[in-house]
């Protein structure tokens, strides 16, 4: 990269209020949007809004339904490549979150081109195209128009078996909730912006940041969850919230469960939290009980907006030990952080340990 283009990439996020997932307007927020939109139904529309499902599935025959989802944001990272890759990481997401498999791709591009050099733009695009690429879908255009904060990402579609499509809405009384990456990438932004992190820390933020959870649904398909979602921009508690009230069943999740990015609980610590944690605490803590003292910087934490996070899955308790193991095996940081149960729908309680 030359020096020109070095220094323009590393203003890349000084250019914006907000990065990733934590610019998604607040689930109150968008409530409030959606609230009286006519919703159009169809024998043959799978999933649509009525439950902030990942994506639209729609069925096209008995053997075939077409997943279709669109995500994107301004950047986290000043590496325009690296950008490109977190942000088709996190869409991709959306496909493999309802159990298909992604098959085409189509660029979302907004960008100030006067203000950075046009191989900054090229290399945030090359790095999307190398995980589609990844995916094994196809990258097959895009639009694009000039805007005043850097935004990308993609619009993704996917194929799936109509009887195969996973909802966030599955889950059982008794289901073992797994998740699939660790927790604190929204912490963890701001750790890696100030400088105060490791690079061995930095690096296994972006190592998360940039896989795909292609695997962990390989592996999960094995197991025959009854529910899915990716956890993204509501944070931890907001998704397993989501997943419970669609289920309607509440859920208990134990911290000591929950695999954190290294340094993100002092981080927390120190004040280092987003803004979208405040925003996602404001909505969903009316939903959470905690049924002993749990450190603030914890709850924050389970507040905190994530960006290209892993799969949350509802797995038959019996078989989530097995899988936990398969996915670590795998080298995907697995855990299983708590049970759906009968309760007040889309209550959260959160404790410690398992006592």
Not at 20 to 32: N, R
Not at 104 to 120: G, S
Not at 263 to 287: C, D, H, I, M, T
């Amino acid at each position: 990269m030359t020096d020109e283009r070095q220094t323009a990439s590393k203003i890349l996020t000084a250019n914006v209020k907000a990065g990733g997932c934590a610019a998604k307007i607040g689930a109150a927020e968008l409530q409030q949007i959606l609230t009286n939109l006519p919703l159009t139904t169809s024998p043959n529309l799978l999933t649509g809004m009525e439950h902030f499902e990942d994506a639209a599935v729609y069925k096209l025959s008995d053997e075939l339904a077409i997943i279709q989802t669109i995500d994107f944001f301004p950047p986290v990272v000043d590496d325009p490549y690296l950008y490109g890759m977190i942000a088709a990481t996190n869409a991709l997401s959306d496909v493999y979150a309802m159990g298909g498999t992604p098959l085409l791709a189509l660029n979302v591009l907004c960008f100030p081109t006067c203000d950075f050099p046009i191989e900054v733009v090229r290399d945030i695009v090359r790095g999307g195209a190398a995980q589609v690429q990844a995916a094994g879908a196809i990258l097959a255009g895009g639009h694009s128009i000039q805007s005043h904060e850097p935004i990308y990402g993609l619009s993704v579609t996917g194929i799936v078996h109509p009887s195969q499509v996973l909802t966030n809405g599955g889950a059982k009384d008794g289901d073992a909730i797994v998740v699939c990456k660790p927790i604190g990438t929204g912490v963890a932004f701001l750790g890696m912006k100030a400088n105060i992190m490791s690079k061995q820390s930095d690096d296994l933020l972006l190592k998360s940041l940039t896989t795909l959870n292609k695997k962990s649904l390989e592996i999960a398909l094995k197991y025959s969850p009854d529910a899915a979602t990716d956890v993204t921009g509501f944070g931890l508690i907001g998704h397993v919230h989501e997943m419970a009230k669609a289920s309607g069943l509440s859920a208990r999740i134990m911290t000591d469960k929950i695999p954190f990015l290294p340094e993100v609980l002092e981080l927390a610590e120190q004040g280092f939290v987003p803004a979208g944690a405040y925003g996602n605490r404001k909505s969903y803590e009316q939903f959470t009980t905690y049924i002993e003292d749990v450190e603030l910087s914890i709850t924050d934490l389970l507040f905190d907006p994530q960006t290209s996070g892993g799969l949350l899955l509802a797995i038959p308790f019996e078989k989530s030990e097995q899988l936990v193991k398969e996915l670590i095996a795998s080298d995907i940081q697995a855990s299983s952080i708590g049970i759906f149960k009968t309760g007040k729908s889309g209550f959260v309680e959160v404790g410690n340990n398992e006592r």
